[in-house]
Every structure is written in C-alpha cells, then in structure tokens.
C-alpha cells in the first residue's frame, strides 16, 4: 500500500531546499534526432545529485517529488524544449494516482508545456515495494495522456512480473547490460531476447548508459536506435542539446 495519505499531501510544509536540473538527451541514431532529454536533478550551482537526494527523507518525498516535477516542467518550457521531456518519480510518494498528478497538470498548463511530450519514468534504483501499484500508476498516467517508461529493465525492480501486469510506452535497458556489450554474447543474446519481446509488446526500447563507439556500434548491429549515454552527451546543466550538439558518430569509427 502507498506510504502517504490525502492530509499530508495538502499539509506538508515547502521544501528547506533548492535544487534544479540538468538534461541528458535522449537521441535516435538513426535518424540523428534528439528524440528526448532525461531530466536529472542537481544543486542550485549544479552539485551532484546526491546532493540534493541525501535530504529526502519520509518526511519530505511527497513535497520533493511534486517539487522536481514542476521544477523540471519549468525549466524545459523556459529552455524551448521541443524534443519529449523524461521525469523520474517516485512511486512510494504517491497515494492516489488521480489526485497526486494534479500539480504536474497544472504545471504543464503554467508552461505551457504539452502533457503529451512528458515521459513519466520510474526513478532509477527507486526500489518498488508493490509491482501491481505501480502498475496502476503508470496505467493512469497513460491514461491521462503521458508516455510511460519503466528504468533499469533488468536490474531486479522493475522486471517481467511487472511488465506481466502493464506494458508501459517505453523500457530503458540497464546500464549493466549494455557495459562492454560486444565483448559478450550473454548481454547480446539477453538484450536480443528482450527486444523481440518488447516488439511483440508494442513497447519502445532504450538503450541507456552508453559510453563507448563500440558499445554504440554492437547496439545499432542489433537494431537498437534510440540511445543516452556520455558517448554522444554527459548532462547539461539547464540547458538542452540540439542535433548540431551531438557528436554523431559514423560507421568507420568515433
């Protein structure tokens, strides 16, 4: 069951802390566009996440959670995004799905930020204490009109039982499979696996996490085309890249 109820969502004091964003594009290779920008959180001066996640506690997840969504609507609306806007939540700070997107909607009428170029994404290493909630979640988050990713597909939390249960627009693969991938069959025939799978499904694969040509090389060979990783683009921080940005890489090499 999730972990807040109604009075503490319209109780709750404003966050002690400040905290923005920096963007990690999301790119199709190839048809070298910028397909997305991952919203990641940073300090006011672009510290580290850990930084600003290591003064979330029980106390405050709601507030911080409702905080970095509108917080990272804003931003996207003032920097001209026109490219799909991927937010991180956290799925044990919602308490009904209905009530608790109100102020993303609000958000995004603010900016004037279309809800339909939103990705809502569970937040990597968030550990799910229910698959069949989180399902719900996303299931009315689809429903409402924003595209739905499930992160780290592979690493234990967010695996087949909950892809039994609903089948989001999108899964991003692990960072661990894609690490040294042409260097091992296992990871090629997995993430093969998961790709006829996810195809069947109707769902949208991304490869995150990728920091080498030749791991690029290997996941394009394998039909792979939407791709993030500090081979083409680290964070940037309150701004967006553009395609002329990214460092395409060709065929014979990086």
């Known amino acids: 069951m999730p972990p807040l109820s109604c009075s503490q969502c319209r109780d709750n004091e ?102 339909d170029q ?5 937040v990597e290493g968030e550990e799910v204490e229910d698959g069949k909630w989180l399902a719900e979640i996303l299931r009315e988050y689809k429903r409402i ?20 249960d609903y089948q989001p627009d999108i899964i991003k693969l692990d960072m661990d499979l894609i690490r040294n991938v042409h260097e091992s069959r296992s990871r090629q025939a997995i993430i093969k696996g998961v790709e006829r799978m996810v195809e069947e499904l109707g769902i949208v694969m991304i490869a995150e996490g ?14 792979i085309s939407l791709m993030q990783g500090y081979y083409f683009s680290k964070p940037l921080f309150e701004a967006k890249a553009s395609e002329a940005d990214i460092p395409w890489p060709d065929c014979a090499g990086s």
Not at 118 to 122: D, G, K
Not at 145 to 164: C, K, S
């Open 14 to 115: 404003p966050l002690d802390f400040q905290f923005s964003y920096a963007f990690q594009p999301i790119l199709n290779v190839a048809n070298r566009e910028v397909f997305a920008h991952e919203a990641l959180v940073r300090g006011e001066q672009g510290e580290s996440a850990y930084s600003v996640l290591s003064r979330v506690n029980d106390e405050n997840r709601y507030q911080f959670d409702q905080s970095c969504r509108v917080k990272a609507i804003q931003i996207a609306s003032q920097l001209g995004m026109g490219s799909k806007l991927s937010i991180n939540f956290l799925p044990n700070a919602i308490y009904k799905p209905e009530l608790c997107i109100r102020t993303t909607l609000e958000a995004a009428k603010t900016f004037d930020f279309p809800i």
């Open 210 to 223: 990728v920091e080498t040509y030749e791991e690029y090389r290997c996941l394009s060979d394998l039909g």
């Open 118 to 122: 939103i990705i809502f994404e569970t």
């Open 145 to 164: 009109g924003f595209t739905t990713a499930i992160d780290d597909f592979g690493a234990g939390f967010a695996g087949l039982n909950l892809l039994a």
